[in-house]
């Protein structure tokens, strides 16, 4: 989120799309409500199904699955046809002036660049046009054709709400609505907020359904004001912690990102790193990058990490590949390339697309180690459950380790939720029995294969045997030791230009400002420096003020970064640094510094005559409507169909499909038809349930006890298919055999002239648990990820539905 | 007198004494009545605070657990409700935080390290020390057979693709981290967790 829970009360209309923040999120949702009763706002939904946030929305609009990026791309193009953007901000906070490199164009559904053997772009002319000196060119009057705002109204002049409708089986005047409502948002006193989940992530354009949002509300000057902003509303408790701390095959902590195999050096590494501003006087602060760098070497290999080995850089693995996976570890599983695997509380065999092939890839591997407070179906993988699970356990080689670890309640430590408040939580138990900490299982596993090196050698033992292990007691270093790590400390004296000591050796560090990049500071995740200082644990505040009762909770725990709570705040101020919103101010220049109710994320005495672009972390200070070469599969948006699509690309029928996702062969060869399996399926959450734990509590194992399907009542009758009856959902993949839920809040849509029904597959069920058993929607979904991010298609691929006997051998 | 639920609680749970009692109005009378009732366990439970652990909302939460800490005692949790004081969630919880008690409690809760040797049909008991000695032989040995110290090119790139893991997106930030370490310190690129999906 780029702004907080409760800030989504300051809201003028909030958008739920992508997500269902009422059923998966109640707790939270109850901001959206605050909005509607303290700002008179409006709710608006727009999903497949009529669902618990559309029950108390003032307004729901129909969408087939997989077609976000047409709908929204056509409200882009409506807001521009009708000029109604903010001018103001759009001209000096975002790309819109700037003017893009001749090589850049669109035709047909491809971008300049692609090659169709790799699937991938040359994404070089995804650039500005550079002066002289380095900078981007610009064209303040917007007349030069090649200037973002230009290439931007051409690129969506093809969404006209007739064509939005066909491709989204929205109905135009439900479709128009919304856009007025999204429109009316582009005053510089209004905010629209978005509010989005899985809905948006989970499809072969994922990461483009966002930007597309974003672009939005970039146009509507919407980024960075209270009640505005992109929220994810995120999965588990601390999914953002994870990935703040790069638990992430291409990442490193605080968002650095692996080094790859032409990055020999250090100094190669740093080359593409530099961060050079594309705009006079931007801070472009990635520019301190080498910073973290450095300072995370230390805390991994402290003294071992010197400036003559550059930091110990060769101690990091080097990418061959943009990524390894999920989807490609378990392609790798399969063709025999994986031998080992650990699951630290995750349940691939649930979890992952394409049931069959996960279970076949763990079938394949020699160990597994399964690290879980509760009995997940992955440790089991090898159990024969009858079709639930089909096995034969005596053909599996797997050698697997169950280990039971402690939960939630029987530790200390700090998560981090969606709004990135960093929240330190205490033990209130022993773990039952045997069961252990991650950190004790990790560090045991950790020494005992360091002792193996130092007896035995073996292969390039040096990081191993220098990762830096300072910890009180070795075999179980405390929460309270590895937050310090987090945050960062010197190393030595500190001093300034005269020579005078500013911070003393061994001190926690304030702010990520302080980090040096000459080996005199550590810090394990530069975003988070500043969660435990000298005056403590940051994150175990408690004091509930809220200045201005607006949301903010300044000592409430700790945001990453520097306590920073809506970022791009910068943007909730005019060019002159008076607030668009005088009645919801956030911060604001008073001649002499920034000044509010909330952290500047900007430099807090730069005069707003300085130019500095609000959008800091950007090499031209501005938000971008042009992405550059950030996005592998364009700088722009485009509606390709899901990989499963019951119709073709009405806009390029020889481009069907997202050109620049990755799909292995026998993936696809896995994909189905919609002449064999005419409806559109999408899976989905229910708030009793959270993924495939709570069928292991009680009372949510009674309150949702059973796997079912929702369809709608249209197709309901066309099958003879009765409420509460058992059906067999198919896709090529396999099939469930569920009871149906015959309901009003799915109707078909009529998509290129033709109705589409939409079948809805709530995921929660597996074979082990107290609920009932069942196959998990997961048994049907494709093995088909995000091409920027390989997060899979589970909302929209094809299935057919049968009326059926019920179990097989228990009718 | 103002008294919060929870002040309430302690106020009535604590000793019974007949000031507290009369405190709260119910004279002599009342006195009797209460000495027939149970105390109530959540006034002698030791209260900890802590953040729900299914969605990133993060809920403040308050959990209840018999016994004082000492090492001997037995500590068992055996209430969860929302914390008030939360700015986000006010104290309320969702159908899945109001039953976090059963999660805790779930007999599918782990209780000992177990083990499947290829080719059997179940799990049995085996100690830590086997189940980490024989993890760690298992790691080292496919480590030294397949750690890639130079690609086909020459370059150095000293990573070990034939083990992987997927890290757990509701464990801490401390844990993370020394995961991190561990998992990249053996050379490790297969390597993602939950926000994958």
């Known amino acids: 989120m780029t702004n907080t829970w409760q800030d989504i009360k300051n809201a003028n209309l909030v958008l739920v799309m992508g997500g269902n923040a009422a059923e998966a999120h109640p707790c939270g949702f109850k901001w959206v409500i605050e909005a509607k009763i303290q700002n008179a706002a409006r709710l608006i939904v727009v999903d497949p199904r009529f669902n618990r946030t559309a029950a108390v929305a003032d307004y729901h609009a129909p969408i087939r699955p997989g077609t976000d990026i047409a709908f929204l791309s056509g409200v882009i193009r409506y807001l521009l046809e009708t000029d109604q953007v903010q001018h103001e901000y759009v001209r000096a906070f975002t790309n819109a002036s700037l003017i893009v490199k001749e090589g850049y164009s669109f035709a047909d559904g491809l971008f300049n660049g692609y090659d169709a053997e790799t699937h991938s772009y040359d994404k070089t002319d995804w650039a500005y046009e550079l002066d002289d000196q380095g900078f981007a060119k610009i064209d303040d009057t917007w007349q030069n054709p090649r200037c973002v705002i230009n290439l931007m109204r051409k690129h969506v002049d093809r969404y006209t709400p007739e064509m939005v409708s066909r491709i989204c089986g929205t109905p135009i005047d439900k479709y128009l609505y919304v856009c007025q409502q999204i429109a009316s948002t582009c005053l510089p006193d209004k905010a629209m907020t978005s509010l989005f989940a899985l809905g948006w992530t989970q499809h072969s354009i994922g990461s483009q359904n966002i930007r597309t949002m974003a672009m939005v509300q970039l146009l509507l000057g919407n980024i960075g004001v209270a009640g505005g902003g992109m929220n994810a509303l995120r999965g588990h408790s601390n999914i953002q912690g994870l990935t703040d701390v790069g638990l992430l095959s291409n990442q490193l902590p605080g968002y650095l990102t692996m080094p790859k195999d032409e990055e020999q050096t250090f100094d190669d590494y740093m080359k593409t790193r530099q961060f050079k501003p594309l705009r006079p006087n931007q801070m472009s602060y990635w520019q301190n990058y080498r910073k973290f760098f450095v300072s995370f070497q230390k805390t991994m290999f402290g003294d071992a990490a010197t400036a003559e080995n550059n930091w110990a850089y060769d101690y990091l693995p080097k990418l061959n590949l943009p990524m390894y996976d999920i989807i490609r570890a378990f392609e790798m599983m399969v063709h025999g390339e994986i031998n080992g695997y650990i699951c630290q509380g995750f349940n691939p065999l649930q979890a992952f697309p394409e049931k069959n092939k996960i279970r076949r890839g763990l079938s394949k591997l020699k160990y597994l180690i399964v690290m879980d407070p509760l009995d997940t179906e992955t440790a089991r993988f090898w159990e024969d459950v009858g079709p639930l699970n089909p096995s034969d356990p005596s053909k599996i080689p797997t050698e697997v380790f169950q280990l039971p670890t402690a939960c939630f309640a029987e530790e200390d430590g700090s998560l981090v939720n969606s709004a990135r408040w960093l929240q330190w939580h205490w033990k209130a138990a022993n773990s039952p029995a045997q069961a252990k900490s991650d950190i004790w299982i990790m560090s045991a596993i950790f020494h005992r294969i360091r002792e193996l090196y130092r007896k035995e050698g073996g292969a390039f033992p040096d990081p191993i045997l220098n990762l830096s292990w300072k910890y009180t007691d070795p075999t179980n270093p405390s929460p309270d030791e590895l937050a310090k790590d987090l945050n960062g400390k010197t190393l030595a004296d500190i001093k300034d230009p005269s020579g005078a000591v500013v911070l003393k050796a061994g001190q926690q560090l304030d702010s990520f400002g302080q980090l040096r990049d000459d080996g005199t500071t550590e810090s394990g995740c530069w975003v988070f420096t500043g969660c435990y200082t000298e005056k403590g644990n940051m994150m175990a505040r408690r004091d509930t003020y809220d200045p201005r009762d607006q949301g903010i909770t300044p000592d409430w725990a700790w945001a990453w970064p520097a306590n920073r709570r809506i970022l791009y705040n910068r943007a909730s101020a005019d060019v002159a640094g008076n607030p668009w919103n005088p009645a919801k101010p956030i911060i604001q220049w008073n001649g002499d510094r920034w000044v509010g109710i909330d952290v500047p994320d900007y430099g807090p005495t730069i005069k707003p005559s300085e130019g500095v672009g609000p959008f800091i972390m950007n090499a031209e200070g501005t938000g971008r409507f042009f992405a550059l070469d950030q996005m592998v599969d364009g700088p722009f948006p485009e509606h390709y169909e899901p990989f499963e699509s019951p119709v073709e690309n009405l806009l390029h029928p020889k481009v069907q499909n997202n050109p620049a996702a990755r799909v292995f062969p026998d993936d696809r060869a896995d994909f189905g038809t919609s002449a064999d399996f005419p409806y559109v399926g999408t899976t989905y959450r229910l708030t009793e349930h959270f993924h495939f734990w709570t069928k292991h509590a009680l009372i949510n194992a009674i309150l949702q006890p059973q796997e079912f399907i929702e369809i709608g009542e249209v197709l309901a009758n066309e099958k003879g298919i009765a409420n509460n009856s058992w059906v067999r959902l198919s896709s090529k993949r396999g099939y469930m055999i569920c009871k149906a839920l015959v309901t009003k809040r799915i109707k078909p849509m009529m998509v290129a002239g033709k109705p589409t029904h939409v079948i809805g597959v709530p995921i929660h069920w597996g074979f082990t648990g107290l609920a009932k058993k069942g196959y998990g929607a997961n048994i049907l979904t494709p093995s088909v990820g995000d091409a920027n991010t390989q997060t899979p298609e589970f909302k929209a691929f094809l299935v057919n539905v049968e009326p059926s006997n019920g179990p097989e051998g228990e009718v | ?197």
């Open chain 2, 1 to 197: 007198m103002t008294l919060t639920r929870r002040g309430f609680i302690k106020l009535s749970g604590a000793t019974l004494a007949s000031s507290s009692m009369s405190a709260m109005g119910f004279g002599g009378c009342g006195a009797a009545l209460a000495e027939s009732v149970r105390p109530y366990k959540l006034a002698a439970a030791k209260e900890t605070r802590n953040t729900c652990t299914y969605c990133s909302v993060a809920c403040g939460i308050l959990i209840y657990t018999s016994g004082d800490g000492a090492k001997n005692a037995h500590s068992n949790i055996m209430h969860i409700e929302g914390d008030p004081d939360h700015p986000v969630n006010r104290g309320t919880l969702c159908p899945k935080g109001s039953a976090l008690l059963d999660v805790v409690h779930s007999p599918g809760r782990l209780q000992v390290p177990k083990y499947r040797a290829p080719g059997s049909n179940e799990f049995k008991e085996v100690t830590w020390d086997f189940a980490l000695d024989r993890i760690a032989r298992l790691m080292k040995d496919d480590r030294d057979a397949n750690f890639i110290a130079k690609n086909e090119k020459g370059q150095t790139v000293n990573r070990w693709l034939t083990t992987g893991m997927l890290a757990a997106s509701a464990t801490s930030n401390e844990t993370a981290l020394l995961t991190w370490k561990v998992a990249r310190s053996f050379g490790m690129l297969v390597f993602d967790n939950q926000a994958r999906v």
